[in-house]
């Protein structure tokens, strides 16, 4: 019973785990907005591109 009581008060580490938990967050936060946007992005640099190469063409 002792070592059970031990663990679940025991803090030495809980910091590490607390910014690992972030960082996680973070990152997955991060996948979901790139996948998210990522169509719309590529939409809008395709739309950039064809008016840049329209104007290269009239020079």
Not at 4 to 32: C, F, P, Q, S
Request: charged share 15%; no cysteine; aromatic share 6%.
């Amino acid at each position: 019973m002792g070592l059970w009581k031990r663990l679940l008060t025991e803090e030495t580490g809980a910091d590490a785990t607390e910014y690992a938990l972030l960082a996680a967050l973070i990152a997955v936060a991060l996948i979901v907005g790139a996948t998210t946007l990522g169509g719309s992005i590529n939409g809008i640099f395709n739309k950039l591109g064809d008016k840049v190469n329209t104007q290269a063409a009239t020079f």
